[in-house]
C-alpha cells in the first residue's frame, strides 16, 4: 500500500522560508525512477504543478514563477521528498500536495500541507 504524507506546511512572513517534507511508504525509490512532483491549489485558482524530481536520476523541473527561490531534493534512502521554499510571497500560499504515479499507472497523492504567507 502506497502512502504519502506530507508536513512542514505553515504560516510565515513574506519573505520567509519554509521545508516541506514528504514521506512515502510503499514507495522504493532506489528501484524504479518515480517522478516524484509537488503541487498546490490555491482558492480560486488552477492546481499548478511546482517542481519534480526523478527518484532515481534526480533530474529536476520547475514552476517558471518558483525557479531561484524553491528546490525540490529527495532521500533515496528515506524514500523522501523535500520542497524547500525561500522568498516566499503571498502568491504562493496554497494547499501543497505530494503526488506520483506508480508503476501501474496508478496516481497517488497525499493529503496535503497549508501554506499561508501573510504578515
Known amino acids: 500500500q502506497v502512502q504519502l504524507v506530507e508536513s512542514g506546511g505553515g504560516l510565515v512572513q513574506p519573505g520567509g522560508s519554509l521545508n516541506l517534507s514528504c514521506t512515502t511508504s510503499?514507495?522504493?525509490?532506489?528501484?524504479?525512477?518515480?517522478?516524484m512532483r509537488w503541487s498546490r491549489e490555491a482558492p480560486g485558482k488552477a492546481r499548478e504543478e511546482v517542481a519534480t524530481?526523478?527518484?532515481?536520476?534526480?533530474?529536476?523541473t520547475y514552476l517558471d514563477s518558483v525557479k531561484g527561490r524553491f528546490t525540490i531534493s529527495r532521500d533515496k534512502g528515506k524514500n523522501t521528498v523535500y520542497l524547500q521554499m525561500n522568498s516566499l510571497k503571498p502568491e504562493d500560499a496554497a494547499v501543497y500536495y505530494c503526488n506520483t504515479i506508480g508503476r501501474l499507472n496508478m496516481p497517488y497523492w497525499g493529503q496535503g500541507t497549508q501554506v499561508i504567507v501573510s504578515s
Open positions: 510503499g514507495l522504493t525509490f532506489n528501484a524504479y525512477n518515480y517522478i
Open positions: 524530481i526523478g527518484s532515481i536520476d534526480g533530474s529536476t
